[in-house]
Structure formats: structure tokens, C-alpha cells
């Protein structure tokens, strides 16, 4: 019990840190709630959290099966920092010619389940950053192959990510307004967080001497932000 306790309060702290900072998902929580549309944005939210713990199932078995071809996890970390470098760019040239931030979210026009669904789905860093994490877990003996641990690992995360998904929810008009008259800004905040994190991750990847290459956005989280 009391190692299923600690997985569980691992994988929660994990998840919900990793939701926090501003990206497509919880920003779009946080307009649901603006419009105060209740029950779009616990529709959404489910949606959302449904995939991603979909894919964490998957990313389980994943590493199971790559654990005796560790380079594998290089190209992972590979792969996610190209993805947060095209990310940075694109945030910093928006930023540079002075652009807004995009004020309209994608498939806001549909059925918020289906919204949410959609926009975990395509969300480039889920399947990296647990992948990471739970290869992390492994090394350090909280995570094993038990069932048990996966569904305590797996209700964990949903569990994280839908408190951070409330305070969006709860922080939804002030957040939308604010990001209404500093749009230039974000861009230049994103587009820095982006870069460093990508740069941090290639240096581990690299130059590091580490056991196995873990894929931590630990600035931007594994959100994909609205750019």
C-alpha cells in the first residue's frame, strides 16, 4: 500500500505540473469557462484526459518493450526537442514582428468531447514525456509491471490533470483577459520557455552521461502551445 501510495503522489505531481503551464488544452478549459459554458468545459475535459491516459497505457507498454534497446530513448529525446524548436521559433518570429497570439482555439467549433479528443490526440509531446517518465520511474524502482501499478499510475494522471484543468476552469476570465492585452508578450514568453527547454534537452541528450535519455519539459510541460 505504502508503495502504491508513493506512485501515486509521483505520478499526480508529475501530471499536474506538467498541465500548468499555458498551452491549446488548458487554455482552452479556461475559454469554456470564460463563455461560462460548464458543461463544454467538463466535456472537453474529459475528452482531453481520455486520450491522454490512453497514451500513457500506451507509452507503458512502449518502454516495457524497449527496455533492452535504450537508444531508442535518443531518439525520442531527439525527435521532442526538434518538435520544441520549431515550436520556439515559430512563437519568437510571431513575437518578433509583433503578431497577436491567436485568439481563436482549434475545433472550437465542435462538440467540446469531440474538441477535446481531437486536440490531445494531435498534441505531439504526450507520448514523449511519458514515455520519459515512466522510464525514470522504472530506474528508480517506484514504477513496476504490475497491473496494479499501471491502473494506480494511470488514474494518477488523469487525477493530476484534471485538478489543473479546475483552476484553469476557475481562473478562466481573468486568464483570457489578461492574455487578451499581452498577446505580443506571450509570445516572447512562450517562444523563451520553448527554447530553453529544447536546448536544455538536447545538452542532456548529447553531452550528459546519463543511464537512460529522459524526455522532461520541465518549463513548458507537455502541452502543445497555441501558436
Partial sequence: MKRQTKLFFYAISISFLGTLPLGTL??????FAFGHDLIGAVGFSIGAISVEMILVR???GAVK??????RM????SILTSLILL????????AAFQMQMFRASLPFSTLNPVLSGLLLSLI??????????WTAVLKSKKILDDRRRSYRTFILAIGTGTSLTFCIYGTIGGFLIHLLGSREVLLNWFVG????????????????KKTEVVVVRN?????????L
Wanted: hydrophobic share 55%; aromatic share 14%; net charge positive.
Fill in 218 to 226: 520541465t518549463i513548458y510541460g507537455r502541452n502543445m502551445p497555441d
Fill in 123 to 132: 498534441n505531439p509531446l504526450h507520448l514523449p514525456f511519458w514515455m520519459g
Fill in 58 to 60: 500506451v507509452a507503458l
Fill in 192 to 207: 523563451i520557455a520553448l527554447l530553453i527547454t529544447a536546448l536544455a534537452q538536447l545538452y542532456k541528450t548529447f553531452f
Fill in 73 to 76: 530513448f535518443k531518439v525520442f
Fill in 26 to 31: 488548458n487554455l482552452s478549459v479556461a475559454n
Fill in 86 to 93: 520549431t515550436l520556439a521559433f515559430s512563437s519568437l518570429l
Fill in 65 to 70: 518493450r524497449l527496455e533492452a534497446l535504450k
